[in-house]
């Protein structure tokens, strides 16, 4: 068998009783994710490792693991032994020497650690100075019967587990089902912003949590209790959610920093409480060796949810499609952290594919003809007023071109070509004798692409179906506006002659 004991070094910009506890809580639930044998002993944290270290690739890599990939955990100093009671002494002269200036012996002999290491020895530790005993090979060598009767069976017992002619029995530490820890406050808080201080703390131990569980945070509570000797409330919180499982505390710490600048506290804070409401399995990832596909900074639903926070959920948002074929009614613009799930999902799609994915959709490009960009009389280009009348009206069919044209009608996808800016509510458009008039004639360029939607719709009232859009678009150019994207009415609506109407803007 094979133990470690670590013990945390103390910091100075906390209590040393909470901070020592929190830290060893912390090195406990780190611990557990290499061991199932992880005990609190003689103020240390000592944990097995014999049966994991073939699964970590062997002794030595274990141990880098544990204590090299440590940023987010406090400083802590550690020793190793056959026994946990051997690791312990080790460990406590290494810390004893180190007060007096002298770096300490990496690993002295079990028979000559001094008795002071030994926590059954020291109740007893003038009278064994007295008697001449200064380590634990001095104590093993009094006749063991007058030690039972001089000392108990206590004194006994540990020794022999020391030595290991005696097994060592622990209590295992077990993770919590939920994590939900509260911290006091070292002095009073008013500013809420000041609050994040003791959430890092908390956020260190939640991180130690989720690692041991292998799982991710989804939405996380902090909570703060305020005086009860002022007038209002005496609690209150707030929610952090983010779109993936992550492990990320640095994301969250700029989520809640950005969360309580908003938040005016209503009596001084006085103790804190982090819990986790939504936590899932941690997906694995797989990293690339080539440095190009290595994602620098935050990903974006990082930046969506952070600038959520900052500006607010209504001032962030994204275009949703939906399944209609009307253009006004084809996207509708919510909440862009409501979808940051998808955002999450979609994160490699949206970052792009690389040189790959750029090829693709140049092969899917649709190129215009060549009278989209050309003028009035371009090659392919028709003028409205040489369109005969019953092919304008609205009661007549749009008239399909001959299949010899010379339009490129091949080529031409009207479906494709859909306007830059939509205008929120189509602009009726002048007509003199069914021809539609904008700063100007207009020259047709593509089109007609017909679209029949909404008759399944019920009108306001519920007790009737609402008109039906019935509509031809159509390319056109305005010599003073430029490229318009306007349709045509094919049926009157209710009260109104049918007609032209502006419906987009090409840039």
């Given at each position: 068998?094979?133990?470690?004991?670590?013990?945390?070094?103390?910091?100075?910009?906390?209590?040393?009783?909470?901070?020592?506890?929190?830290?060893?809580?912390?090195?406990?639930?780190?611990?557990?994710?290499?061991?199932?044998?992880?005990?609190?002993?003689?103020?240390?944290?000592?944990?097995?490792?014999?049966?994991?270290?073939?699964?970590?690739?062997?002794?030595?890599?274990?141990?880098r693991?544990?204590?090299?990939?440590?940023?987010?955990?406090?400083?802590?100093?550690?020793?190793?032994?056959?026994?946990?009671?051997?690791?312990?002494?080790?460990?406590?002269?290494?810390?004893?020497?180190?007060?007096?200036?002298?770096?300490?012996?990496?690993a002295?002999?079990?028979?000559?650690?001094?008795?002071?290491?030994?926590?059954?020895?020291?109740?007893?530790?003038?009278?064994?100075?007295?008697?001449?005993?200064?380590t634990?090979?001095?104590?093993?060598?009094?006749?063991?019967?007058?030690?039972?009767?001089?000392?108990?069976?206590?004194?006994?017992?540990?020794?022999?587990?020391?030595?290991?002619?005696?097994?060592?029995?622990?209590p295992?530490?077990?993770?919590?089902?939920?994590?939900?820890?509260?911290?006091?406050?070292?002095?009073?808080?008013?500013?809420?912003?000041?609050?994040?201080?003791?959430?890092?703390?908390?956020?260190?131990?939640?991180?130690?949590?989720?690692?041991a569980?292998?799982?991710?945070?989804?939405?996380?509570?902090?909570?703060?209790?305020?005086?009860?000797?002022?007038?209002?409330?005496?609690?209150d919180?707030?929610?952090?959610?983010?779109?993936?499982?992550?492990?990320?505390?640095a994301?969250?710490?700029?989520?809640?920093?950005?969360?309580?600048?908003?938040?005016?506290?209503?009596?001084?804070?006085?103790?804190?409480?982090?819990?986790?409401?939504?936590?899932?399995?941690?997906?694995?990832?797989?990293?690339?060796?080539?440095?190009?596909?290595?994602?620098?900074?935050?990903?974006?639903?990082?930046?969506?949810e952070?600038?959520?926070?900052?500006?607010?959920?209504?001032?962030?948002?994204?275009?949703?499609?939906?399944?209609?074929?009307?253009?006004?009614?084809?996207?509708a613009?919510?909440?862009?952290?409501e979808?940051?799930?998808?955002?999450?999902?979609?994160?490699q799609?949206?970052?792009?594919?690389?040189?790959?994915?750029?090829?693709?959709?140049r092969?899917?490009?649709?190129?215009?003809?060549?009278?989209?960009?050309?003028?009035?009389?371009?090659?392919?280009?028709?003028?409205?007023?040489?369109?005969?009348?019953?092919?304008?009206?609205?009661?007549?069919?749009?008239?399909?071109?001959?299949?010899?044209?010379?339009?490129?009608s091949s080529?031409?996808?009207?479906?494709?070509?859909?306007?830059?800016?939509?205008?929120?509510?189509?602009?009726?458009?002048?007509?003199?004798?069914?021809?539609?008039?904008?700063?100007?004639?207009?020259?047709?360029?593509?089109?007609?692409?017909?679209?029949?939607?909404?008759?399944?719709?019920?009108?306001?009232?519920?007790?009737a179906?609402?008109p039906?859009?019935?509509?031809?678009?159509?390319?056109a150019r305005?010599?003073?506006?430029?490229?318009?994207?306007?349709?045509?009415?094919?049926?009157?609506?209710?009260?109104?002659?049918?007609?032209?109407?502006?419906?987009?803007?090409?840039?």
């Amino acid at each position: 068998m094979h133990w470690i004991a670590l013990l945390p070094l103390p910091h100075a910009e906390a209590p040393a009783a909470t901070e020592q506890d929190e830290a060893l809580r912390l090195w406990s639930w780190r611990a557990l994710q290499f061991t199932p044998r992880v005990a609190r002993a003689d103020g240390a944290v000592v944990l097995e490792i014999s049966a994991s270290e073939r699964l970590f690739g062997g002794r030595r890599t274990l141990l880098r693991q544990l204590f090299e990939q440590n940023e987010p955990h406090p400083s802590v100093e550690w020793s190793q032994g056959a026994t946990s009671l051997v690791a312990i002494g080790r460990l406590l002269e290494r810390l004893q020497a180190r007060q007096h200036g002298a770096p300490g012996p990496a690993a002295t002999p079990p028979a000559q650690l001094p008795l002071a290491a030994l926590a059954a020895a020291r109740a007893h530790l003038p009278t064994l100075q007295r008697l001449g005993c200064r380590t634990w090979g001095d104590l093993r060598a009094l006749p063991r019967g007058g030690l039972v009767r001089r000392f108990g069976d206590g004194l006994l017992d540990a020794l022999d587990q020391a030595f290991g002619e005696k097994p060592e029995l622990y209590p295992w530490l077990t993770l919590p089902e939920a994590f939900d820890e509260p911290l006091e406050l070292p002095a009073h808080v008013e500013n809420a912003s000041a609050l994040l201080f003791g959430a890092r703390r908390l956020l260190a131990l939640l991180h130690a949590w989720l690692q041991a569980r292998q799982r991710g945070a989804l939405v996380l509570r902090l909570g703060w209790q305020m005086d009860r000797r002022r007038n209002g409330p005496t609690d209150d919180h707030l929610l952090v959610r983010t779109a993936e499982p992550t492990l990320d505390m640095a994301h969250f710490e700029r989520l809640l920093a950005e969360h309580l600048a908003h938040v005016t506290l209503a009596a001084p804070a006085i103790a804190l409480r982090l819990a986790t409401v939504e936590t899932a399995p941690l997906p694995g990832a797989s990293a690339s060796l080539l440095l190009e596909d290595r994602r620098q900074g935050d990903s974006l639903h990082q930046l969506v949810e952070r600038l959520s926070a900052r500006l607010g959920a209504a001032q962030v948002q994204r275009v949703e499609p939906r399944a209609d074929h009307r253009p006004e009614r084809m996207q509708a613009w919510s909440a862009a952290v409501e979808a940051s799930n998808l955002i999450a999902n979609n994160d490699q799609k949206t970052l792009g594919g690389g040189p790959k994915s750029l090829k693709t959709a140049r092969k899917k490009t649709t190129k215009l003809p060549a009278a989209a960009g050309s003028g009035a009389g371009a090659q392919g280009a028709r003028s409205v007023a040489s369109e005969p009348a019953e092919a304008l009206h609205p009661s007549q069919p749009a008239r399909p071109r001959a299949a010899g044209s010379k339009a490129a009608s091949s080529t031409l996808q009207p479906d494709a070509l859909y306007p830059t800016w939509l205008l929120a509510t189509p602009q009726r458009l002048t007509v003199q004798r069914h021809r539609p008039l904008y700063q100007g004639p207009l020259t047709l360029l593509a089109g007609p692409q017909r679209i029949e939607a909404a008759w399944w719709e019920p009108d306001a009232t519920g007790t009737a179906a609402a008109p039906a859009a019935l509509r031809d678009y159509f390319v056109a150019r305005s010599a003073q506006a430029g490229l318009l994207w306007i349709y045509r009415e094919r049926l009157a609506q209710a009260g109104a002659q049918p007609g032209w109407f502006l419906h987009g803007l090409f840039a």
